[in-house]
């Protein structure tokens, strides 16, 4: 049974630094792409970044770009969401979602070409 357990979220201040983690078990992953999406309060799911498991190569939204990285650890068979410089903004739920289609970097982005998901962490940032 595939699983992806999210975890590193929490109550932080405007500024601040959180590491978010994905921990993948029960299937090979690889060669899965790993994406991350948050939830804010009353809005919509959004894309956040994703990774190739195989090839390495990664995707950022342009509106986090320059705050965030994602990045794996394929002998821990987990990922990780490194949040710099946090805003209130960014609170939301966080997803871990795994896609075994293998989307090309521009489809990334594309919720439902993601396979599994996790249950998320909470992620609140106080101004």
């Not at 992953?29 to 970044?49: D, H, I, L, N, Y």
């Not at 903004?89 to 289609?101: M, Q, R, V």
Request: aromatic share 10%.
């Amino acid at each position: 049974q595939v699983q992806l357990v999210e975890s590193g979220g929490g109550l932080v201040q405007a500024g601040d630094s959180l590491r978010l983690s994905c921990a993948a078990s029960g299937r090979t992953f690889s060669t899965a792409t790993m994406g991350w999406f948050r939830q804010p309060p009353g809005k919509e799911r959004e894309f956040v970044a994703a990774i190739s498991r195989s090839g390495g190569g990664t995707y950022v939204a342009d509106s986090v770009k320059a705050r965030f990285t994602i990045s794996g650890d394929n002998a821990k068979n987990t990922v990780y969401l490194q949040i710099n410089s946090l805003k209130p903004e960014d609170t939301a739920i966080y997803y871990c979602a795994a896609s075994f289609l293998n989307p090309a970097p521009h489809a990334m982005a594309i919720m439902r070409l993601y396979n599994y998901w996790g249950q998320g962490t909470q992620v609140t940032v106080s101004s």
